[in-house]
């Protein structure tokens, strides 16, 4: 785990939205789990002048006490005595009710950020998220770090923390033990596309178009990657290692030499041993502007050993099948 660099995304963030002035005091609102130990250590050592406030519901017994002890304990904390709310909100209009004359901080993360946007969807149809900074002022600098990430700082910083048993029976314990888990089989980047929902950022396609000038390359993903050169825009099939043979398009491609690849043309590409351009091959042999993108060449590192149908190769052999 990399705590600094971790540090140094936390810091970022908190200078981007303005949260905390620099070396300033910071109330961190503890609950004796990883996240706001996270937060509370983190600040400490970003050089902001930390105290931690906790407010014990009551609501389970002995273990509401023990949460209490040790945010006393360990991390410094006062102690106020929460109890009365019943429903969710309730509880935090509670929680937020107290201190209100300092700055206080959350540890709420990325992941705290994309349950709330799945919530907000089910139960109004509109994608609201975690704001950095609430209108009374509470702020959230753990917005871009997960949960599995505070839980890996705490255990490299040797930090010990507890678990709320209770959890899994808010709404949020529903979201996080059964909704996502679900939503990550559907696509394996589910929890960052509703980040950057909730944050309201464009999809990184989106802003490979945005612009037409210069060039940029996206990869999309099962071996597709986005390309814009200027105001053109095709998709590029990624390497593949030349061993056997290698359908690309219409084109059979084999050889039993070490070390080839197969992949799609890219400017300023150039024939081994030969400052002859791949550009001016294809103009050579008059293939069409539109299909050079596509066209696959036989390379060894960067240099091109053999391009199908115009340029051959000892070594490697080429068919073109009719499509």
């Known amino acids: 785990m990399d705590t600094a660099g971790l540090r140094t995304r936390v810091e970022a963030f908190t200078r981007e939205h303005d949260l905390i002035a620099p070396a300033g005091d910071v109330t961190i609102l503890v609950s004796s789990g990883p996240d706001s130990t996270c937060a509370w250590h983190v600040l400490r050592q970003l050089g902001y002048r930390v105290s931690a406030l906790h407010v014990n519901h ?101 930090l010990e923390f507890r678990v709320d048993s209770s959890n899994r029976d808010t709404k949020r314990g529903l979201i996080r033990d059964e909704i ?59 390497p593949v290692s030349l061993e056997g043979e290698v359908h690309w398009g219409p084109w059979r491609i084999e050889s039993d030499l070490p070390g080839l690849k197969v992949r799609a043309w890219r400017a300023g590409d150039r024939l081994a041993g030969r400052k002859k351009k791949i550009q001016d091959v294809f103009v050579d042999a008059k293939v069409p502007r539109s299909e050079r993108e596509a066209w696959p060449l036989v390379v060894r590192g960067d240099e091109v050993v053999a391009v199908p149908g115009i340029v051959e190769a000892e070594g490697v052999r080429v068919k073109r099948v009719a499509g």
């Not at 929460?82 to 700055?103: N, V, W």
């Not at 994309?114 to 009374?136: F, N, Q």
């Not at 990550?184 to 396609?205: C, D, M, W």
């Open 58 to 158: 009551g609501l389970r017994g002995g273990e509401s006490d023990e949460d209490a002890r040790f945010c006393a304990e360990r991390l410094g904390a006062e102690i106020v005595d929460g109890r009365g709310g019943r429903t969710e909100d309730e509880l935090r209009e509670l929680r937020y009710s107290f201190a209100t004359d300092r700055l206080r901080a959350t540890g709420h993360t990325a992941s705290d950020q994309v349950e709330t946007v799945l919530y907000r969807l089910a139960a109004s149809g509109v994608a609201g998220g975690i704001k950095p900074k609430r209108e009374d002022g509470v702020v959230r600098p753990l917005l871009t770090v997960w949960r599995d990430e505070t839980e890996a700082y705490c255990r490299a910083e040797g």
């Open 180 to 238: 996502l888990p679900r939503l990550r089989e559907l696509h394996p980047g589910a929890e960052r596309n509703l980040l950057r929902l909730a944050e309201g950022r464009r999809a990184p396609l989106d802003e490979l178009l945005a612009s037409s000038s210069g060039s940029k390359r996206l990869d999309l993903g099962g071996g597709l990657t986005a390309v814009r050169e200027y105001d053109r825009v095709w998709l590029e099939r990624a």
